[in-house]
């Protein structure tokens, strides 16, 4: 997950009359970016600038750490890093997200969990994973920029990873980019810096967007195996739209509260007597095990929201597309009301691009605050933020951000 204090970043403005629709950098912007940042911090030119996606979840949230089934697609918005290998174990850094330039400097064998700056851990906590998996892996001097909003629950800490991590496998040789297995790696490699060396438990959904998607489709993963299923999904062909809403609202028990519940996922599980929650056939019958109402519910959202995963990919595989509003909704309704990650901003936001005659919106990643999506006709998008916009004047909520996003390419090198 983002951290939830950090400043927000914005590409430049694009799109017509009405409210402000951001647009991402392109691969060419990003990479000049990086370049000018590396040039002005280090006296050599990078060996190379690699890039990684954002990730919008389109359903199953809050289901990757129970074993379960989710569909996310890779944003245009990336990370981009500059990076040279060194001859020793230093680590050089410099950074410049939303503006702010930071700079670190440390040592591959001297990287000790939850002892650097949070940035740092993303960027340089790739390596001590490397390193602990007996991986080899120089010191290297890295300059970071993004146009994925930071702080927003669309992955910019998974994307810094994941574009660090190909990087450090190019340079040293891994190879592990190179394949869907090699980048399953990869995805371990990522997760495994995000949770015992930030500290955030979080699940797969994120690095296997950044790391495992193909552009034009959404990414059908099962995070009991790890296997993949590559799903096409083509908006325009349908004239269709998916309008991200950034509500710009953070709950300061966003950490808190991802953790509580997956502690009563894994408590449920453990009452179940199964590995996780995913093994769950009967839901009556393992509803009337569990010990209290709340648990109940939790483990309510996650079984149905596995098979709102199956129904949604079976529409979309039929050529129905248009069809997957009810079961968005009921997606946002079941985090709403039994998994009780919502805030008021993304009810709102929901509630209004429903309105204004959207065919489906929900809550998109891990919840108290970040992201609404909302699937649009491409012709009723404007009414559709609009109404969003004035909604959020109503409730007397700060403007919200939107973006138009479509299955974009997974990481890879840029230059
Ligand atoms: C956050 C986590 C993911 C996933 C989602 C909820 O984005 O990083 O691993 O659990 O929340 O689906």
């Not at 370049?35 to 050599?44: C, E, K, P, Q």
């Not at 289901?63 to 001859?87: E, F, K, M, S």
């Not at 950034?246 to 709950?251: F, G, I, L, S, W």
Request: glycine share 12%.
């Amino acid at each position: 997950m983002t951290s939830a204090s950090s400043a927000r970043s914005t590409g430049e403005a694009a799109g017509p009359a009405g409210p402000r629709v951001v647009a991402a950098w392109n691969p060419q912007q990003g990479s000049d970016r990086a370049r000018r940042l590396f040039a002005g911090r280090f006296d050599s030119t990078p060996d190379g600038v690699w890039a990684a996606p954002g990730r919008v979840n389109i359903i199953g949230e809050h289901t990757d750490y129970n074993g379960g089934l989710c569909l996310p697609i890779a944003i245009p918005h990336r990370t981009y890093v500059a990076l040279r290998a060194r001859q020793d174990d230093q680590i050089r850094l410099v950074s410049a997200f939303g503006g702010e330039v930071l700079d670190w400097s440390g040592s591959v064998s001297g990287l000790q969990p939850g002892q650097t700056p949070t940035w740092v851990g993303y960027v340089a906590g790739v390596a001590w994973a490397l390193a602990r998996q007996g991986l080899p892996v120089d010191g290297f001097n890295a300059a970071l920029v993004s146009c994925v909003p930071t702080a927003a629950g669309l992955s910019s800490s998974a994307a810094v990873e994941c574009a660090v991590g190909l990087a450090l496998d190019e340079v040293n040789g891994l190879g592990m980019g190179d394949s869907d297995a090699g980048r399953h790696h990869l995805v371990k490699i990522a997760v495994s810096t995000e949770n015992d060396f930030v500290g955030a438990r979080t699940g797969d959904l994120d690095q296997s967007a950044s790391l495992r998607t193909q552009r034009g489709h959404a990414l059908l993963l099962d995070c009991l195996d790890g296997s993949t299923r590559q799903v096409p999904f083509d908006l325009a062909a349908e004239d269709l739209e998916l309008l991200v809403i950034d509500t710009r609202a953070t709950h300061s028990h966003a950490t808190g509260g991802y953790g509580q519940r997956r502690a009563t996922c894994e408590a449920a599980a453990v009452m179940l007597g199964v590995d996780t929650l995913r093994e769950v056939d009967d839901l009556d019958e393992a509803l009337d095990r569990l010990a209290n109402d709340e648990m109940r519910r939790r483990v309510r959202h996650v079984v149905t929201e596995i098979a709102r995963v199956e129904g949604f990919v079976a529409l979309v595989e039929a050529g129905r597309l248009r069809e997957v509003g009810p079961t968005m909704n009921a997606s946002h309704d079941s985090l709403r009301d039994d998994y009780e990650v919502s805030c008021p901003e993304l009810d709102v936001a929901v509630d209004a691009a429903r309105r204004a005659g959207a065919i489906g919106a929900r809550m998109t990643g891990g919840g108290f605050g970040g992201c609404a999506i909302a699937l649009v006709d491409a012709s009723r998008r404007q009414e559709v933020a609009e109404a969003v916009v004035e909604a959020f004047s109503r409730h007397g909520f700060g403007a919200p951000q939107l973006y138009v996003v479509t299955p974009s390419d997974p990481a890879g090198r840029v230059d």
